[in-house]
């Protein structure tokens, strides 16, 4: 087992690998952390999404801009590679499992793709549709997978309007399902407008959504264990 | 209320370009306007205008003979120099519903073909180039003795994130500047010739559309120093009269475009214009009202109070944030030009 001195300097080296957009650093570290049997999940969340969380507030201050969002993906993509195959199967008492696409017309995936990542660290299933997305797909793919939340992005004005059907889709056959709108030209008015349970409105804000997600699982899965503990 | 003034619509746009007094600002775009109002006179999908330079004119002409809006622009995709530079494009034929068209098929594939990518000796004669030429000679014959005639190209940037995947460019631009920056050179080399076959076939300004470069998505830094040498070399050698438009948030960026050599600059409605007309001076400033949360969805009253904003910000034209979006209600159309009409600061 790690000493708890090796456990902080691990975490720092994940986190600094994200912040810092070192794909190298982060394997290194990941792999050091399978090697040394330290929990992947502390890894994941308290390492590599803790550094996406300081990526994010650089994003804000406008100190870092898309082109090192996508770096610092890249890195936590090469920690979670590594860190997944040992993640425990985390019972959260949600299913977990995630529709998501860039809706037909639009050929712009970053913002989906950060949410993407998201999903991906918190352990959701994620069916990713990809991009220019057939509206129909979304709903076929969401009875198909029976999955609880659906995730449509539009980075443009003209491809936006699309996303309202969807929706109203979605939701005709299947009143339950949870759909979260994002992209450029998306607000707040549109989503309620359009009957979305959600929206974020540039990459930022997807990010600041899913992890406020994430964290709202992290608290599920720790009062999870609380209770089994209890 | 009608006009008493005796100056026409055309006459307004073009005297502002060249720095004269007009009587109000005039209300015009340099993007796409097509509206479904438009189409239905002529009974066209908006698929098959891209590939019909007569549908193209008409289409464009009936904006500006249904509403009065102040202008006639074609195209109405952002594709063009892309198919002609080799890429396929998708204009959705088989919808119903309006799509813009998109690339299918992008070509460059890594980071080695950047290097390989080249203008083809006749880039001018290739995808629909050709096809722009005819329709601004048939929007030019229809109402370009009424209205100035506006055509657009997609800034090197932007133009580079069609033919090669964004997120890549996006990295490279940090990664490898200087690769990025000889691939814009080729762009901008194959956009100024493109954009003197608009000017040839009587454009009379043209808008470079340099969307993917905004503050939102990059840095003000790597703006100045990767993009805007090129964009400055693209207006030096537009003859036509020109506008930079850039999404977002642009005002930190405002300066910047004020030194490109553009004729006037445009920003979209996520833009504090009131910002920018202190940042830029008195240099010509169009926006920057929200063509869909506005026009297309907004009431009559929003639709007037935004006119009203704009004006009071110190835009010199009221000009829309992207291409209007075609479902636009009549009576919000109407309103905008009233608004802007018989508005005085």
């Known amino acids: 087992m790690a000493t708890e001195e090796k456990r902080q300097e691990l975490l720092g080296r994940l986190k600094n690998a994200v912040i810092q957009y070192d794909e190298d650093g982060a394997k290194e570290a990941a792999n050091e952390v399978i090697a040394l049997g330290m929990d992947a999940n502390d890894a994941i969340f308290n390492g590599l999404v803790s550094g996406m969380e300081e990526v994010g507030r650089l994003f804000e201050a406008q100190e870092y801009f898309v082109p090192e969002l996508l770096m610092s993906a890249d890195a936590l993509y090469a920690g979670l590679d590594i860190l997944k195959p040992h993640v425990r199967q985390l019972d959260l008492g949600v299913k977990g499992s995630v529709v998501i696409g860039t809706v037909e017309g639009d050929v712009h995936d970053i913002g989906k793709n950060i949410v993407k990542m998201m999903f991906d660290v918190a352990g959701f299933t994620v069916y990713d549709l990809g991009r220019d997305v057939p509206l129909d797909k979304f709903v076929e793919e969401q009875l198909r997978t029976d999955s609880d939340l659906v995730c449509l992005s539009a980075m443009m004005t003209t491809t936006m309007v699309g996303m309202k059907k969807v929706i109203s889709d979605l939701k005709a056959k299947n009143p339950n399902v949870r759909i979260m709108i994002g992209g450029a030209p998306v607000s707040s008015d549109i989503a309620d407008k359009w009957g979305a349970d959600g929206y974020a409105k540039d990459a930022n804000n997807a990010l600041k959504d899913a992890i406020n997600m994430v964290s709202s699982l992290k608290k599920m899965k720790e009062e999870a264990e609380a209770k089994k503990r209890g | ?345």
């Open chain 2, 1 to 345: 209320m009608a006009e008493t003034t005796t100056m026409t619509p055309r006459e307004r746009v073009l005297k502002l370009f060249s720095g004269a007094e007009v009587d109000r600002p005039p209300c015009f775009s340099g993007m796409g306007n097509v509206t479904t109002a438009g189409l239905k006179e002529f009974g066209y999908k908006f698929a098959a205008l891209h590939s019909n330079a007569k549908m193209m004119a008409d289409a464009a002409a009936a904006t500006y003979k249904l509403t009065g809006f102040e202008c006639g622009v074609v195209p109405f995709d952002l594709c063009v120099e892309a198919e002609a530079l080799g890429c396929e494009i998708n204009v959705y034929a088989h919808l119903e519903d309006i799509l813009y068209p998109t690339i299918r098929k992008k070509i460059i594939h890594d980071e080695a073909e950047m290097e390989t990518v080249d203008i083809p000796a006749d880039f001018t004669k290739r995808g629909r180039i050709p096809l722009l030429k005819e329709a601004i000679k048939f929007l030019k014959a229809d109402i370009g003795g009424e209205v100035a005639i506006g055509s657009y190209v997609l800034g090197p940037f932007t133009l580079a994130g069609q033919i090669m995947e964004l997120n890549d460019l996006l990295k490279l631009s940090f990664k490898k500047p200087e690769k990025v920056g000889r691939l814009l050179e080729t762009l901008a080399e194959a956009i100024i010739l493109y954009a003197a076959e608009l000017e040839d076939a009587g454009a009379d300004y043209i808008t470079v559309r340099e969307m993917g470069a905004t503050s939102d998505v990059l840095s003000p830094r790597v703006f100045k120093n990767l993009i805007l040498p090129h964009l400055q070399k693209i207006f030096s050698r537009i003859k036509a009269h020109t506008v930079l438009h850039i999404c977002g948030k642009t005002n930190d960026i405002a300066v910047f475009m004020t030194e490109s050599g553009a004729s006037a600059i445009s920003a979209d409605q996520k833009n504090d214009v009131a910002e920018t007309r202190k940042k830029i001076g008195s240099a010509l400033l169009f926006g920057n009202y929200d063509p869909y949360n506005v026009l297309v969805a907004g009431t009559v009253e929003t639709v007037r109070q935004t006119v009203r904003k704009c004006i009071d910000d110190g835009v010199d034209a009221v000009w829309p944030g992207c291409d209007i979006w075609p479902t636009v209600p009549a009576e919000n159309i109407k309103a905008m030009m009233d608004e802007v009409i018989n508005y005085r600061r």
